[in-house]
């Protein structure tokens, strides 16, 4: 699948056309060759024979667009693999919900539903129902935190080396239960996906995704709508590692057109030379809500410990990266970790970005809180999987 944004006309377009027809949708296999590293991604009425195209990206020398089925490239080939269904305004999509990610274009399914304060920056609440600052923040403004509704969600397989570039899904990390204070594990192929993000289809295929925890966590049932039904693995696993696994706090805010979203997550604490290290992760999703093309050349931290240490932190790109967010391909995601000698803290900075034509901005990074789990907690259970 394309590593594309699904723009918001396309959308609009799905919604109007959902009540009364039926959207196929048709994606393309890459050639043999290999020459290709970017989909195509179509929505076709079986009704009106409307085609709406979604992620038409193609590889940098024949990027064309609006490009019809008639004149594709050589060695593409649309297949259905499902129909979309209407998008549900309210309440929330249940285990076992086919879905197309919105922004990165990738095919994935519903594993369970969480319910998170999102505390959104660009809102200005009363200040009665606002949460303070950490200190030395930027910034006077403080943001009340609202329930919003995110998924934990199983990835296909094959969309994964196409949304490579464009994003590092977040798999779930954590420190084991081991001797090596090191050991850092890992389960690839899953992430966390805001409500607004789903577009839900249906399948005919009792296999629709493959990932090796399909179908250790998911069962066909036909009689059930959706048809796919949480084995108790799944369960058990959720139950197990549900300190590990929860999404409790998402932090937002826009500069210029650029919205930053940052997710952080508790992952335990290790004891290093009589003292205790206390480690979270956390998944940041930059994306270019405007037209102009921009790259991100820089970042700048600052991590204030409740220990009284504040840290900057300085350096190129993020994960060795300087991405390009653009109009086509307006976002970027990655993950990354932290440690702090003490229970809590937060985290701040910016995002130096560099327009077309050589100029500067920055981009600020919402502030948001490392808080460890009151409660001591054994070390994540079935990573084995």
Not at 300 to 306: A, D, Q, T, V, Y
Not at 322 to 345: I, M, N
Not at 352 to 369: A, K
Request: proline share 6%; hydrophobic share 30%.
């Amino acid at each position: 699948m394309a590593a594309c944004a699904l723009r918001r006309g396309l959308l609009s377009t799905v919604t109007k056309y959902n009540r009364k027809h039926s959207h196929r949708l048709l994606v393309t296999a890459a050639d043999s060759s290999g020459g290709w590293d970017v989909f195509r991604r179509r929505l076709q009425c079986r009704v009106c024979g409307l085609t709406a195209l979604h992620g038409s990206l193609l590889h940098p020398q024949q990027q064309r667009r609006g490009m019809s089925s008639r004149n594709r490239p050589e060695g593409k080939i649309l297949e259905t693999v499902g129909v979309f269904e209407a998008v549900k305004q309210h309440g929330k999509y249940e285990t076992g919900q086919l879905f197309l990610h919105s922004v990165f274009g990738y095919r994935g399914i519903v594993l369970f539903p969480w319910h998170a304060r999102l505390y959104d920056r660009d809102v200005t609440p009363p200040m009665s129902d606002s949460k303070p600052e950490p200190p030395g923040a930027h910034g006077s403004k403080e943001v009340k935190g609202k329930t919003h509704t995110y998924y934990q969600v199983l990835i296909d397989t094959r969309d994964c080396p196409h949304i490579s570039q464009r994003s590092q899904t977040e798999a779930v990390t954590f420190l084991a239960n081991h001797d090596d204070s090191r050991a850092l594990y890992a389960i690839p192929g899953l992430d966390y996906v805001s409500h607004e993000d789903i577009l839900p289809y249906h399948s005919t295929e009792q296999i629709p995704i493959q990932h090796e925890l399909f179908e250790r966590f998911l069962v066909y049932n036909p009689s059930k709508t959706p048809p796919f039904t949480p084995r108790d693995t799944l369960k058990a696993w959720q139950e197990k590692n549900h300190p590990w696994l929860e999404l409790s706090d998402v932090h937002r805010e826009t500069t210029e057109n650029i919205r930053v979203t940052v997710i952080p997550f508790y992952m335990g604490m290790r004891e290093a030379q009589n003292s205790h290290v206390y480690w979270w992760r956390y998944c940041i999703r930059l994306e270019n809500m405007g037209s102009e093309v921009v790259q991100l050349r820089e970042r700048h931290w600052r991590i204030f410990s409740l220990s009284g240490t504040l840290e900057t932190v300085r350096g190129r790109g993020v994960v060795g990266r300087e991405p390009v967010l653009s109009k086509e391909q307006p976002a970027f995601q990655y993950s990354s970790h932290v440690s702090l000698q003490a229970p809590s803290g937060h985290m701040w900075g910016t995002f130096r970005i560099e327009r077309t034509d050589g100029s500067h901005f920055d981009v600020r990074i919402p502030p948001f809180s490392l808080e460890s789990n009151k409660d001591d907690k054994a070390p994540p259970a079935g990573y084995t999987f």
